[in-house]
């Protein structure tokens, strides 16, 4: 049976299936005849991949509704229950998106149905707090409703393991093949929320919890007396937390810290499904800090920093030497946050000499060689912060190497162990620490940035993407893919291509992905890298230079080059 044919068929299934409610059989009964719309919800199960499972909201297998978050969470509870706890416990949160508040209860109530102990918090809350609850509850996993930045059309469903890292690939592998044995939506056990409630297997968190998770991250201060001796109430910080989960916790933090010259978008405050001011809810992109840029003109800030909807990516902007604001980018931000810990650990005397930050293998090599200047270790994962957080596991396990920080350049960073996924309230915490820090000395942290160019070369990143929808599209990234793969380039823009890193053959004791590298003689790198989360391709850039000029230029040409090639494809 072709593709299409199978999809037609599905939808009928849906159409007949008497565990569907009419709700959802209306809303399908009115793309009746649309073929192209038909096959783009059906011809697949929405799959995990970096961030778990993710789709636009609407009826069809290829769609995040509460069917196939039913469907996602049988299958979880009959892998939570394979590994045999004593008294198997999940903890579940949601962000700010149109249906979360119901997708989480719907998850909760068929935990429940198996038995399962759930720990459901009342309204939103970020994804590193769930993170940190697993761990702080000792539950058995976690689940949080987020599709992290994407646009308001989608949702989506990450699971966690008993430390609180998104399942890694052998236990996705495992969870995924009981989902896939969910064939009906009559084997989805579930029972009333009064009836969850009364046998104590859904049970709400409150303040305490709150509380606990503000203390632990404000903790992570590395510089607390510096802060608390008035300074943070010289720095200027404006906050958007671009209508997610980030508002409060941040806010708490820096609060605690001792910022409390700290001004918040009013527009942006309040959580909103539809993300009205902005475009896309993404610290990544400059449009989302529009509103905050105007604030900072108004209140003089020396920081902006902006959070998603979940509260785990986090963006700065700063003044450059101009004085006008400037998006940093994720590496930049990361390579200045890893530079301000490190040495502030060092002036201290408690830099641990087997110490490691850990980043992923589409991040600049900045912050790693600026780790490595501190005699720190290094060491690279794939993209998706859940490997770092294996690391982190296995530190803690064999006491090997002491945790640092981690962060990749997609905006994610970490320091302390307390979770086992990326923070954007720690590191607004760092970030701001760091902005007061050199304020103290004259500078601001583009002034840092500038002088840590002048220390380690001047090292340029850019990311471009494809997007290719439906099943056209996935079969485009997949040519594409293969092009690249068996007839690599050569040479690039007049620069010789010393190496091909196939992460699809498990490369350095990494699992297995389809991620290609090229390395190229002059010391840049491009790589790609279907999405795991969006249908598109993501192609990642890397040069160094000898100044920002020389820099800029090297990266030109080299993406102009990669993507005349990639656009030929697509």
Not at 86 to 91: F, G, I, T
Not at 337 to 357: A, C, D, W
Not at 484 to 499: D, F, I, K, L, M
Request: proline residues 4%.
């Amino acid at each position: 049976m072709s593709v299409n044919a199978a999809a037609l068929a599905k939808y009928e299934e849906w159409l007949d299936d008497p565990a569907i409610g009419e709700e959802t059989k209306n809303e399908l009964r009115t793309i009746a005849g649309n073929e192209t719309e038909i096959v783009d919800r059906f011809y697949r199960d929405l799959e995990f991949g970096t961030g778990g499972l993710r789709g636009v909201m609407g009826a069809g297998t290829n769609r995040m509704n509460a069917y196939t978050v039913g469907k996602a969470t049988q299958g979880l509870a009959d892998w939570i229950l394979s590994q045999k706890p004593a008294e198997p416990s999940v903890v579940i949160a949601h962000d700010s998106r149109n249906n979360s508040p119901e997708f989480a209860l719907d998850a909760a109530l068929v935990l429940a149905a198996n038995g399962i102990t759930t720990y459901l918090f009342p309204s939103l809350r970020p994804t590193p707090q769930l993170s940190f609850s697993v761990r702080a509850l000792k539950a058995t996993a976690g689940i949080v409703i987020t599709a992290s930045h994407n646009p308001p059309e989608y949702n989506g469903y990450k699971a966690y393991n008993q430390d609180g890292c998104q399942l890694v690939p052998h236990e996705a592998e495992q969870a995924i093949g009981l989902i896939q044995q969910v064939t009906s939506f009559e084997q989805v056990r579930t029972i009333s929320r009064e009836q969850a409630e009364a046998q104590g297997l859904l049970r709400w968190l409150g303040e305490e919890a709150d509380e606990q998770f503000i203390d632990t991250v404000a903790a992570c201060s590395v510089n607390p007396e510096l802060l608390k001796g008035g300074l943070g109430e010289r720095v200027s910080v404006v906050f958007t937390p671009l209508h997610g989960s980030g508002n409060l916790p941040v806010r708490g933090v820096l609060a605690k810290a001792g910022f409390s010259n700290v001004h918040i978008v009013p527009e942006q405050e309040q959580p909103d499904g539809y993300f009205s001011t902005v475009k896309s809810p993404n610290p990544e992109e400059r449009e989302a800090f529009t509103k905050a840029i105007l604030l900072a003109k108004e209140v003089d800030a020396d920081i902006i920093i902006g959070t998603d909807p979940d509260a785990d990516r986090m963006g700065a902007v700063v003044k450059n030497t101009n004085g006008e604001y400037v998006v940093l980018s994720g590496n930049q931000s990361g390579a200045i946050m890893v530079y301000y810990l490190l040495s502030q650990l060092r002036e201290k005397g408690t830099l641990p000499s087997n110490g490691i930050v850990v980043k992923t293998i589409v991040t600049s090599e900045m912050g790693a060689d600026i780790a490595r200047s501190f005699g720190a270790d290094v060491t690279n994962t794939l993209t998706g912060f859940k490997y770092i957080g294996e690391k982190m596991t296995q530190y803690e396990q064999t006491g090997e190497r002491t945790f640092l920080f981690g962060y990749e350049e997609s905006y994610g960073y970490l320091t302390g162990t307390y979770a086992r996924d990326k923070d954007a309230v720690v590191a607004s915490l760092l970030i701001c620490e760091a902005a007061a820090y050199y304020k103290s000395q004259g500078k601001t942290l583009y002034d840092v940035l500038l002088e840590l160019y002048a220390q380690y070369g001047t090292y340029l990143e850019g990311l471009q993407s494809r997007t290719l929808k439906g099943l056209d599209g996935v079969q485009k990234i997949g040519a594409i893919m293969e092009n690249w793969r068996t007839s690599p380039p050569t040479e690039v823009a007049g620069t010789s291509v010393e190496s091909v890193l196939d992460y699809s053959l498990g490369l350095d004791g990494l699992p297995a992905e389809n991620v290609l590298k090229f390395l190229l003689s002059d010391g840049s790198w491009f790589c790609l890298r279907p999405s795991g989360t969006e249908p598109k391709i993501k192609i990642y850039f890397a040069v160094r230079g000898q100044s920002p000029d020389e820099a800029a230029a090297n990266l030109e040409r080299l993406t102009t080059a990669v993507m005349e090639r990639v656009d030929q494809l697509a």
